[in-house]
């Protein structure tokens, strides 16, 4: 596909990103994605061929780029504590970068064809087992307490997905602050030896 092809392509797409979190999947009519990217209604399908691959490539795309990142944080790092950093990084940045796609991917499940769901809660489920494998690495490695590991896996995937709803930039405080204050309290919940590991981490 041209240039020409992918651009359109990728204005069809941002438009429907932009509708579908706005209004909702259903509410959002191809004829008002085909005009808010500037082509006629009919000239969608000769890129997709119908809404519902709109939604499937929206959130195949940032699910695939959220195990990618975490998938790179495995193999690159070692150490249970600084693995756990990147992680709550990456998800947080990630969330707060794309939040309307995100948020598609968390409240429109329910819009996908069986197949189509299927996927992407395996994808989704995916992500869940990598930052589980994660975390029950540290814990047998006596790093972090023992604890449920997919309970915990829960707690920290919602609460790095929440700061999507409420992070303004520009507000007063930084992504990166943000990032900070989430690792502290995580940290805190799960390291064993506390004190010692958030001194060295420079989060007490």
């Known amino acids: 596909m041209g240039s020409e092809g992918r651009s359109m392509r990728e204005s ?55 195990n990618r990142q975490i998938e790179h944080i495995l193999s690159e790092y070692d150490e249970p504590v600084e693995r756990l950093q990147q992680a709550i990084t990456n998800h947080i940045h990630l969330h707060t970068r794309y939040k309307a796609e995100f948020f598609i991917i968390d409240t429109e499940i329910r819009s996908l ?29 006596g790093i972090f307490r023992q604890s449920d590991v997919k309970v915990t896996s829960y707690a920290i995937i919602a609460m790095c997905t929440e700061v999507a709803t409420w992070f303004r930039s520009g507000g007063r405080l930084t992504v990166q602050q943000v990032i900070d204050i989430h690792c502290q309290m995580i940290m805190q919940g799960l390291l064993i030896d506390q004190e010692a590991t958030l001194k060295q981490r420079g989060l007490s």
């Open 113 to 141: 064809e069986a197949e189509n769901r299927l996927n992407i809660i395996s994808l989704r489920d995916r992500y869940d087992e990598l930052l589980q494998e994660l975390l029950r690495d540290g814990m047998e490695r």
């Open 12 to 66: 069809i797409l941002a438009a429907a990103i932009q509708l579908f979190a706005e209004y909702g999947y259903h509410a959002a009519p191809l004829r008002d994605i085909a005009r808010i990217a500037g082509i006629q209604a009919a000239s969608i399908y000769h890129h997709y061929p119908n809404k519902q691959s709109l939604l499937v490539e929206i959130m195949t795309t940032y699910m695939q780029q959220l």
